[in-house]
């Protein structure tokens, strides 16, 4: 009986003496097996894993939330290529407008007196008839606007155009070209009136709105005896061909 509670006694003291050195060192009572403090490794490693942060190994890359999101590419070079625009396009326009345009004011001019020879002669047919021509003796391509303002003498009054012989588009002349006017000199059945004799003729030119100054005018030459006119006096638009301004 002595010697049990001399061993008991011992077994008490011992754990007494194990807990006391347990308080000791600051861990608190553990489990058996526990009795060795958490290693530092463990530390470092549950500091790496803590969500929000990105560890920098010795290498120089990163891990953890910070770094990189997984499905990109590992080359920088790659992933800013469409960004900054490094790709070279040699695709090029080759094609090239070849037609020129006659309506600029450098390819064309109005057809005045400067740029064209004017002739009028009298003809058979129709009766009291007379056919202006104006041929371009310039370099450019001319135009003949609206109709000839016609003038015998010193007489007052220019006379009006026919309407119906207005024609479809400006009596254009390249250099070298002819265009034509009509004038109905006088009525075959006698009833205009202040009929003369006239031995002058002034042709002038209009611009590009009607009545307006289209430039030097012409005085063709009219036959030795003079050409007969009365109140009937009347002219055609500007023709390109010569039966047209003789078919009314």
Known sequence: MHIRRTRHLLAVTALAALALTACNNGTGVQDEGASQPASSSSTDSAQQTKPGTASVSSSGSTSGADAKPAGTSSNPA???????GTGSGTGK???KGSGTSTGSTGSRVLCNGSNTKVTAQPVARPLNHMLITVT???GKLCDLTYWPVVRFDQMQWVPQATEETQPQAVT???PGESGYAGVLLSAADGSGAGGATAKKL???FQGYTPNSDG???ATPSLPAKGVYYDSSLAVTYWQQDRDDALSW
């Open 215 to 217: 430039g030097a005018s």
């Open 202 to 204: 002034t042709v002038a």
């Open 172 to 174: 254009s002349l390249a």
């Open 93 to 95: 326009s080759t094609g």
């Open 78 to 84: 790659k992933d800013t290529a469409g960004s900054t």
């Open 136 to 138: 371009n003796t310039g």
